[in-house]
């Protein structure tokens, strides 16, 4: 059970903290949808949640997030969503987190056209079940695994020296089985979205 906590929090920190840049290309962005999700993501899982709502209280956390829920329900676009959730996020840390729209979300694509967009994306190519052996025989702990979501179901693998998550099957229709979702350098992480 810890040790299964440790992995969540160190996804976490990959995915979220590390993160600094985030690229959201999308059609139309569900702020409020998205704001549940980090929210409950962010509560359940950053090291730090604790300290923050022990410093500032938790009635500051609590008229934060009703201000924040207003917000996200009249947000228009992605780059307004991405404000707003920076600015919820930095209630906690400033210049350490955050989400930044790379890509105009005026263009209106159908999950069909976003994958021919993107026909050369770069995948893996691991056989599912020699993976899952390996993770069973492994002695040491770390981020390698099998992490799913009601969305997602992705494999992380340390190939070559660098922790690769890949698709292993997903609800989203623009994701296919072996494309690589993000990538862990030692001082930075490349997370790539299609949707929202």
């Known amino acids: ?49 604790r300290y923050v709502i022990d410093k500032k209280g938790l009635s500051e956390y609590e008229k934060q997030n009703v201000v924040v829920l207003e917000k996200v329900k009249s947000a228009q676009n992605n780059y307004e969503c991405a404000e707003i959730l920076n600015n919820w996020l930095h209630f906690f840390r400033k210049n350490h987190i955050g989400i ?35 993770l069973h025989e492994k002695k040491e702990l770390d981020i390698e695994g099998i992490w799913d979501d009601e969305v997602y179901k992705i494999g992380i693998k340390n190939i070559n020296g660098q922790y690769i998550g890949f698709i292993i099957s997903s609800m989203a229709e623009e994701w296919k089985t072996g494309q690589v979702k993000f990538k862990i350098y030692p001082d930075s992480v490349i997370y790539y979205m299609l949707s929202v």
């Open 100 to 134: 930044e729209v790379l890509r105009n979300d005026d263009i209106a694509e159908s999950p069909q056209q976003t994958v021919k967009s993107f026909p050369d994306w770069e995948k893996v190519s691991i056989d599912t079940l020699l993976f899952k052996h390996y």
């Open 1 to 49: 059970m810890y040790n299964e906590m440790l992995l969540r929090k160190c996804l976490l920190l990959i995915v979220v903290f590390f993160a600094g840049v985030v690229a959201a290309i999308a059609q139309n962005c569900d702020c409020e949808r998205n704001f549940v999700w980090v929210k409950k993501t962010f509560e359940e899982n950053d090291a730090g949640f």
